[in-house]
């Protein structure tokens, strides 16, 4: 599932996940990724850290409290090391906006090795 601004980038990491063979669900906001991650957790879940007044770090953790092996991957603005490390620390996966289709691919494996271990 993915949940974040409508914006350039989307177009890449579609097709980056769709050539693994992932299939997904888009929220258009924080309510109703929330409705989704309670009846529906996904096992991918790729999220924006800003939210408007919420961020994805409170996605993951409301997903994981559904789903505990969910795999989880935040989209930043800009490379930030205290974000990165608190991402990780919730078994995460930060892209940095503007990612290509190779860094996408190589961060959705990442989340879901992390996650399957």
């Known amino acids: 599932m993915y949940i974040g601004p409508d914006d350039e980038d989307r177009p890449g990491m579609v097709d980056a996940l769709q050539s693994m063979g992932l299939t997904f669900a888009m929220a258009d906001d924080f ?20 939210l408007g007044a919420y961020n994805g770090l409170q996605l993951i953790l409301r ?3 559904t789903n505990p092996r969910m795999a989880a991957i935040v ?8 974000l990165k490390r608190e991402v990780e620390s919730m078994e995460g996966t930060m892209v940095v906006k503007g990612a290509n289709r190779a860094e996408w691919i190589a961060a959705a494996q990442r989340a879901i090795c992390r996650e399957g271990t």
């Open 75 to 82: 989209v930043s603005d800009m490379a930030d090391a205290v």
């Open 63 to 65: 997903g994981k409290a």
């Open 31 to 50: 309510h109703e990724a929330k409705r989704i991650l309670a009846t529906q957790p996904p096992d991918l879940l790729i999220t924006h850290v800003r």
